[in-house]
Nanobody, 126 residues
Framework: QVPLKESGGGSVQAGESLRLSCVPSGRTYQRYCMGWFRQAPGKEREGVAVIDKAGDTSYSSSVQGRFTVSKDNAKNTLYLQMNSLKPEDTAMYFC????????????????????WGQGTQVTVSS
């Protein structure tokens, strides 16, 4: 069973918005550090945004000011609101859980995350 499940991807025009969601599958996670990553064909997986248990967030410079990561503890759901989408945002988007570890300056290192979803595709056309 895949630990996390993403949804909300799709195909949009440049300038439009999408909201991605991520829920755990059959487990409850401590959520000390939850992140969103993306991977475009032929490129390495890139850290996009992260939120810790206290609600503190960090973003990559490529999405700062356009994307917002948030969580709803009552619904046990992680979100990524993506505004002003650009063609270069086209990628498979993944959510990830760092297990019992808090976020830190290495948050964008995908190897530090324990649980992953299968991803949801976002395609932005110009």
């Amino acid at each position: 069973q895949v630990p996390l499940k993403e949804s909300g991807g799709g195909s949009v025009q440049a300038g439009e918005s999408l909201r991605l969601s991520c829920v755990p599958s059959g487990r409850t996670y401590q959520r000390y550090c939850m992140g969103w990553f993306r991977q475009a064909p032929g490129k390495e997986r890139e850290g996009v945004a992260v939120i810790d248990k206290a609600g503190d967030t960090s973003y990559s410079s490529s999405v700062q000011g356009r994307f917002t990561v948030s969580k709803d503890n009552a619904k046990n759901t992680l979100y990524l609101q993506m505004n002003s989408l650009k063609p270069e945002d086209t990628a498979m988007y993944f959510c990830a859980d760092r297990g019992p570890n808090w976020c830190d300056s290495t948050w964008s290192d995908s190897s530090t995350y324990v649980y992953w979803g299968q991803g949801t595709q976002v395609t932005v056309s110009s």
